[in-house]
C-alpha cells in the first residue's frame, strides 16, 4: 500500500521552530517530488512548498522561514519551519507526485498520494 504519513505537528509558541516529516512508504521517493500544503480554519488548502529531484519552491508568504528537504535514503521529506507566527496555524499536508525529473509543481490536484495532516498551531 503507498502512503505517506506526516509527524511533527503541535503547539508552538510564537518565533519557536517546528520540522514536520512526511515518510513515504510502498514506494521511492527517488522518483517522487515532495509538496508540502496547508489549510487554516476557513481558508483553502494552500501550496507552501515542494521538492524534486530538479527544483525546490517555496511560496511568497513563507519565503526566508519555511526550508523544504528530502532524503531519499530515509525515503522521508521533511519541512523546517522557524520564526513561527500565529497565521502559520494550519493542518500541514505532504503528498507524492510521481516526476523522475524536472521541476515539482505548486498545483494539488498534480499529487498522487496525500497524507491526513499534522495539526500546527502557533499560540501564546
Known amino acids: 500500500q503507498r502512503q505517506v504519513v506526516e509527524s511533527g505537528g503541535g503547539l508552538v509558541q510564537p518565533g519557536g521552530s517546528l520540522r514536520l516529516s512526511c515518510a513515504a512508504s510502498g514506494f521511492r521517493l527517488d522518483y517522487y517530488a515532495i509538496g508540502w500544503f496547508r489549510q487554516a480554519p476557513g481558508k483553502e488548502r494552500e501550496a507552501v512548498s515542494c521538492?524534486?529531484?530538479?527544483?525546490?519552491k517555496v511560496a511568497e508568504s513563507v519565503q526566508g522561514r519555511f526550508t523544504i528537504s528530502k532524503d531519499n535514503a530515509k525515503n522521508t521529506g521533511y519541512l523546517q519551519i522557524n520564526k513561527l507566527k500565529p497565521e502559520d496555524t494550519a493542518i500541514y499536508y505532504c503528498?507524492?507526485?510521481?516526476?523522475?525529473?524536472?521541476?515539482?509543481?505548486?498545483?494539488?490536484?498534480?499529487?498522487?498520494?496525500w497524507g491526513q495532516g499534522t495539526q500546527v498551531t502557533v499560540s501564546s
Open positions: 503528498a507524492a507526485d510521481l516526476r523522475p525529473q524536472g521541476m515539482c509543481v505548486m498545483t494539488d490536484s498534480e499529487y498522487e498520494f
Open positions: 521538492t524534486s529531484n530538479g527544483s525546490t
